[in-house]
């Protein structure tokens, strides 16, 4: 089982700011990543693919990079829509999807 | 604008079965190159896997619950469903039915509110 570490759980961050976020991979996925942002009662929204492809629509504050087993998500300047949790989620092994366990973005 | 909403008991007991439906609104199940599939969040947990079933009849089953997971299409319902059997505490979550095509990867377009199931006696 490839196993993905996600690092913060949590954090509280203000608009403006610059904010990252880390996944970890157990073993070697190459670019087989990506990047989603969930809200309650909402579609969820794939941010990026293949690790550093911004999705189409999305805002190019969101930017992806990484390969092998460490990738990073990150939004260059927090926007007030941009509070939710994020999840990365790798497909190396599809259809044995794994995610990370989540990073909640609170408002500070 | 296609919606999914899960529907099922919130408490099932150690050793029984668990069955989830998905009602799909706003659409077809019945589109080319869907995937319907399940996740789970344990409780202080990551998101789990659970798998799917495809239009096409093909289904993929997380290996850890294989054995106990069947899931399945009811198009005439519009609804697809997860049947886990001889459930225990371990399968306490918060349920989540989503769709996704593969779109340069797994690209989910519906998620639902998710239904929490406890599992005890």
């Known amino acids: 089982d490839i196993q993905m570490t996600q690092s913060p759980s949590s954090l509280s961050a203000s608009v403006g700011d610059r904010v990252t976020i880390t996944c970890r991979a157990s073993q070697d996925i190459r670019n087989d990543l990506g990047w989603y942002q969930l809200k309650p009662g909402k579609a969820p929204k794939r941010l990026i693919y293949s690790a550093s492809n911004l999705q189409s629509g999305v805002p190019s504050r969101f930017s992806g990079s990484g390969s092998g087993t460490e990738f990073t998500l990150t939004i260059s300047s927090l926007q007030p829509d941009d509070f939710a949790t994020y999840y990365c989620l790798q497909h190396n092994l599809y259809p044995r999807f794994t995610f990370g366990g989540g990073t909640k973005v609170e408002i500070k | 604008q296609v919606q999914l909403q899960e529907s099922g008991p919130g408490l099932v007991k150690p050793s029984q079965n668990l069955s989830l439906i998905c009602t799909v609104s706003?659409?077809?199940?019945?589109?080319?190159?869907?995937?319907w599939s399940w996740i789970r969040q344990l409780p202080g947990k990551g998101l789990e896997w659970i798998g799917y079933?495809?239009?096409?009849?093909?289904?993929y089953y997380n290996p850890s619950l294989k054995s106990r997971v069947t899931i399945s299409v009811d198009t005439s319902k519009n609804q697809f469903s997860l049947k886990l059997t001889s459930v225990t505490a371990a399968d306490t979550a918060q349920y989540f039915c989503?769709?996704?095509?593969?779109?340069?990867?797994?690209?989910?377009?519906?998620w639902g509110q998710g239904t929490l199931v406890a599992v005890s006696s």
């Open positions: 079933s495809h239009n096409t009849g093909s289904t």
């Open positions: 706003g659409g077809s199940i019945d589109k080319s190159g869907y995937y």
């Open positions: 989503a769709s996704y095509k593969w779109i340069r990867g797994p690209y989910f377009d519906n």
